[in-house]
């Protein structure tokens, strides 16, 4: 059964500090997205990585695929309020492409 | 043009009841796959149709089904609903089948079902 373990599961911070997300796995995946979600909407993806290694960036957001496609990161950097949300990682299965989601990191950031 | 449409957006049914929730995906996507997410157990895929036919299942029990429609549209249903059911439904579309879910999926804000 593949799993992915996001870390940590909270994260409050002040405006202005940087921080980053973890995502890891034990299992090959062959791409990994990342969504972020607001209360009572559905998650909205922010970045695709598909190759060992590649690093996205997205204004002050920084996505990294490991070389060996079994984790991720996600770094914000100067976090605003504007960034709360809950961030979730997802790896494509090697069953039949179904997504399989980490537990999410719930980020505040206050002013 | 517009997004996945999920209705209702909130549903309040009693234990052993049955439920039917509904999906309408981005016109000219063909495919729909569905997710429970609660605070517990995060997002759980349940199944994923594509042309009508169901491609992929998650662990679910069989009192959860679903079904899509010429039109793309989805709807899934439960049946003799638990307390452990209540959840955010979520419906996600996508041009291609998820089997190359490289492009992009599109969620809809969900359906939050409670369970008394």
């Known amino acids: 059964t593949q799993l992915l373990e996001q870390s940590p599961q909270f994260l409050s911070i002040q405006e202005g500090e940087n921080l980053t997300v973890y995502c890891n796995s034990s299992s090959v995946f062959s791409s990994l997205q990342w969504y972020r979600q607001e209360p009572g909407e559905g998650p909205v993806l922010l970045v695709t990585?598909?190759?060992?290694?590649e690093v996205k960036k997205l204004k002050r957001l920084t996505f990294q695929f490991g070389d060996a496609r079994k984790d991720s990161s996600l770094h914000i950097t100067a976090a605003q309020p504007g960034d709360t949300g809950l961030y979730l990682c997802a790896g494509v299965s090697n069953q039949g492409g179904k997504l399989i989601f980490g537990q999410g990191t719930e980020l505040s950031v206050k002013p | 043009k517009a997004g996945v449409t999920q209705t209702p957006r909130y549903l309040i049914k009693t234990r052993g009841q049955q439920v039917t929730l509904s999906c309408s995906p981005i016109?000219?996507?063909?495919?729909v796959s569905w997710y429970q997410q609660t605070p517990g157990q995060g997002l759980q895929f349940l199944f994923e149709?594509?042309?009508?036919?169901?491609?992929n299942k998650g662990n679910f029990p069989g009192r959860f089904s679903g079904r899509q429609f010429s039109n793309s549209r989805s709807e899934m249903n439960v049946s003799t609903l638990e307390l452990g059911d209540s959840a955010l439904y979520l419906c996600?579309?996508?041009?291609?089948?998820?089997?190359?879910?490289?492009?992009?999926?599109?969620f809809g804000q969900g359906t939050r079902l409670t369970v008394v």
């Open positions: 996600a579309s996508s041009p291609g089948e998820a089997t190359y879910f490289n492009t992009e999926a599109f």
């Open positions: 016109s000219g996507h063909r495919s």
């Open positions: 990585v598909v190759t060992g290694g």
């Open positions: 149709y594509f042309s009508e036919t169901q491609r």
